[in-house]
């Protein structure tokens, strides 16, 4: 296939932006993508920091200022993997500018934070792109792929859980380069929008719309050193957010997220509940997916655990040879073979700028019931 190069332009050198940047370098290595990925740009405020992270990726240049990237003429899509706070301006100026916008997750802070990102994007008509990147896991799209063909039946319960325990330390400092997602001004919430927002893209691409929730937060320690400032401060964010929530389709939700469960590193995990059949998955786990069919033969009638590594599952075709497991970092991968077709093809790849709206919206109504103790309709 005869590709056409495009060109990127990096804004943040993270650990999101390591995730990114590999997806881009090995896309077209597996994938027959109808655009070729270029790693022209890579922009941080520290020069030095950029120019190691160029180094390491191969990024052709540095610039320690966004908005020069941006007006670039050479550089075809802005990718921002900035704290959350700064999502906002650099998307609206991009899409002004007439890039191509992907942007981590969440789209920003808050819905009304995120509402003008979409009108810009709209407006300009601009291929745009939020990395919920779970939804690319082969496991996790065969579960969808299962409920889409209504294996499940009715729809009863879907449970999702995202527990860690990073920040049980009292030491551990809020704000700057590593710990911007414990300062609320940069990350705007705390599991809620860090993690339950995972959640929440998941379910509502699987099960639908949310109605409303009820929900309840706690922040275990009160005050955290600023890694900027060196002062203490009292602490903006949940530490842990339980929720539940009614969806449209008449199921009932039930959702946990903790920086505080000892022992759980990143333990994501959902379980969908139907009329005829389960399905549940676990990030620790995430090339297996769990099914049972109540319509199995009774004598042989249990859970499967599925290994989801052979060809005729999603994405693993394009791999190794059936039985041989890919991981995290893939799921990158394949988010970008579908945003890269999407722009060719003009149907684009979910989530949106749009789709993810919808996410920042229920995790403001979650924030709203805790504060409030009521249930808020989304
Ligand atoms: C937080 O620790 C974090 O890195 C999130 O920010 C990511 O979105 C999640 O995928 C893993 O955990």
Redesign the pocket.
């Known amino acids: 296939m005869n590709k056409k190069n495009l060109n990127i332009g990096m804004i943040g050198c993270g650990?999101?932006a390591k995730t990114h940047s590999n997806a881009y370098s090995n896309v077209a290595h597996f994938f027959d993508v109808p655009y070729q990925p270029v790693l022209k740009t890579v922009c941080d405020l520290n020069a030095e920091r950029a120019a190691a992270f160029a180094a390491k990726w191969g990024y052709e240049q540095i610039e320690s200022d966004w908005r020069k990237v941006v007006a670039d003429p050479a550089i075809d899509l802005i990718d921002i993997c900035l704290p959350n706070n700064l999502h906002a301006e650099v998307a609206i100026a991009a899409a002004e500018a007439g890039k191509a916008v992907v942007s981590?997750?969440p789209l920003a802070r808050t819905a009304a934070e995120a509402e003008p990102m979409v009108a810009a994007v709209e407006k300009a008509g601009v291929p745009n792109f939020v990395s919920f990147?779970?939804r690319r896991i082969p496991a996790v799209a065969l579960a969808k792929r299962i409920i889409d063909e209504g294996k499940l039946g009715r729809v009863f319960h879907y449970r999702a859980n995202?527990l860690?325990d990073?920040t049980i330390n009292a030491n551990v400092p809020q704000g700057g380069k590593d710990t911007w997602?414990l300062n609320v001004k940069e990350a705007g919430s705390g599991v809620t929008g860090?993690?339950l927002?995972?959640c929440i893209d998941l379910a509502i691409w699987q099960n639908g719309p949310v109605r409303d929730v009820t929900a309840l937060t706690e922040t275990f320690i009160k005050e955290r050193m600023n890694a900027v400032t060196g002062k203490m401060e009292p602490v903006g964010i949940d530490d842990a957010c339980t929720f539940l929530c009614r969806f449209a389709n008449g199921s009932l939700g039930n959702f946990e997220s903790t920086?505080y469960a000892r022992g759980h590193k990143?333990l994501?995990t959902f379980e969908i509940n139907g009329e005829h059949a389960s399905i549940k998955w676990d990030?620790h786990d995430l090339h297996r997916l769990q099914y049972f069919d109540h319509r199995d033969e009774g004598a042989v009638r249990g859970w499967r655990s599925i290994h989801v590594s052979d060809g005729d599952q999603p994405f693993m075709g394009a791999w190794w040879v059936p039985g041989l497991a890919i991981g995290?970092g893939e799921s990158f991968t394949h988010q970008f073979k579908e945003f890269l077709e999407g722009m060719a093809s003009g149907k684009p790849a979910g989530p949106t700028f749009r789709d993810a709206l919808e996410t920042n919206r229920i995790c403001d109504a979650v924030l709203a019931s805790a504060k409030s103790g009521q249930w808020v309709t989304v």
Do not use: T, V
Request: aromatic fraction near 32%; proline fraction near 0%; charged fraction near 25%.
């Open positions: 650990f999101m981590e997750k990147n779970y995202f860690q990073w997602r860090d993690l927002a995972h920086r990143a994501f990030l995290y």
